[in-house]
């Protein structure tokens, strides 16, 4: 075999690389709209943007590239899209780019970006949350989480959320700060609610909160405050399956107005903002307590009708007695036996109803027992022997007793209960 001789003459690298600049230079000259997903974005201190862009069928990559944003562009492209996606250029999402082609002799291949269309990347996102929602509605479970009972009193509370989260601030406060002093319990299961991580994050808290031993009545997946940039990131299969097959009803306040995300569709109850929901859990209280003063004021309207009918009944008794008895002094005796008869039989017939009346109003005060209301998580507090209504009624150092179900517990008044710090 002949050797190659070292004298032959070639040309660099350098070289073949130039020609290939040049070569693409003369081909594609123009500029053109390419459609692809962003498999990875970083920014530097100068603020360019590099993009690495792929194009998939199902698992598999068949292309890829990279591309540039300048600074110059970025900031303009980025703001105009984000504005109108509610979304940053970031990984995971599908673009329409206006790129032009360059080789460079070092770095090789890539695109140089000079707009982008939000509209497509809208579409796209739309379209998969549309599939996400038929594929959960094929499965049946769409509307899994809607159809468990709310509690009659939501006062065990389990929350998903940042501990830095704004939202859960605002939670927490409305909670305690509710103007009729209901105590709810509340425990925070800690997630990442933003950002590449959070679908992971918040399906790893629910997995949580379903091994606890703690009972809770709801759960509020909340986050609210900041940027809503990474709302997508609760437009997840996933995440969506896992809330409508979850055996509390979920409550969501993510915090935005415009449109559903999939985990709001799932949910049980949506809500704004991390506030309504508070409010919403309020209410829910507030709603038991009018249903208990409802049957607290039946029950005093049913025990006047009954007294009164009772004393309408005794006096028209009393007085076919009387009148049996002046017919019973002139009557002969067989006459006598008959009214006493017909006497029996009238009386038998008012104890089996004034039975039946007492019948139902036990039922009904049965379900007023105290006992049974501390079951459901109230309390009740006493200032010296007394129910504490109001918290007007209460002053610093007041020693004051909860009644719990099981148990009680004294406590010492640590603020004035009429001011606005109170506790």
Not at 89 to 94: A, D, F, L, T, V
Not at 167 to 176: I, K, M, N, R, T
Not at 269 to 288: N, W
């Amino acid at each position: 075999m002949e050797q190659l001789s070292l004298q032959k003459p070639g040309i660099t690298l350098f070289e073949l690389n130039s020609l290939i600049k040049a070569a693409i230079a003369r081909a594609l000259p123009d500029l053109y709209w390419v459609v692809a997903e962003i498999a990875d974005s970083k920014c530097n201190q100068k603020g360019h943007c590099y993009l690495d862009l792929v194009e998939k069928e199902g698992q598999r990559t068949i292309a890829q590239a990279r591309a540039t944003i300048w600074a110059y562009d970025y900031r303009s492209l980025s703001r105009k899209f984000e504005l109108a996606t509610r979304s940053p250029i970031r990984p995971g999402i599908k673009v329409l780019l206006l790129a032009s082609i360059s080789y460079h002799e070092v770095y090789g291949l890539s695109l140089n970006v000079k707009d982008i269309d939000p509209a497509y990347t809208m579409g796209e996102m739309a379209l998969r949350k549309r599939e996400i929602v038929e594929q959960l509605r094929k499965e049946g479970i769409l509307d899994r989480n809607k159809e468990l009972p709310l509690p009659i009193v939501p006062q065990n509370i389990a929350v998903i959320s940042s501990p830095t989260a704004a939202g859960y601030g605002d939670f927490v406060y409305h909670l305690a700060r509710n103007p009729y002093g209901y105590k709810f319990s509340h425990l925070l299961f800690p997630s990442v609610m933003q950002g590449a991580e959070t679908e992971k994050s918040v399906i790893a808290a629910f997995e949580r909160i379903g091994k606890s031993k703690f009972r809770f009545d709801v759960v509020a997946l909340i986050r609210g405050g900041g940027s809503v940039a990474d709302l997508s990131s609760f437009d997840s299969y996933l995440l969506g399956r896992s809330i409508a097959l979850f055996r509390l009803p979920v409550i969501t306040g993510i915090g935005h107005e415009k449109d559903d995300t999939v985990a709001d569709i799932v949910a049980h109850t949506r809500m704004k903002t991390p506030t309504a929901v508070a409010e919403f859990l309020i209410s829910g209280v507030r709603s038991f307590e009018d249903r208990i003063d409802g049957i607290d004021n039946a029950m005093r309207i049913f025990s006047e009708r009954l007294l009164a009918d009772a004393a309408h009944e005794l006096s028209s008794l009393a007085g076919r007695l009387s009148l049996t008895r002046m017919h019973a002094t002139a009557a002969p005796f067989a006459h006598i036996s008959a009214v006493e008869r017909n006497l029996g039989v009238h009386i038998r017939q008012y104890i089996q109803q004034k039975q039946s009346r007492l019948s139902s109003l036990e039922q009904a005060i049965r379900l007023l027992d105290p006992s049974n209301v501390l079951k459901r998580g109230y309390s009740i507090t006493r200032l010296s022997g007394k129910i504490v209504k109001d918290s007007s009624q209460l002053a610093k150092g007041d020693i004051i007793e909860t009644e719990l179900f099981a148990g009680s517990v004294s406590s010492v008044v640590a603020d004035d209960g009429r001011s606005d710090g109170q506790k």
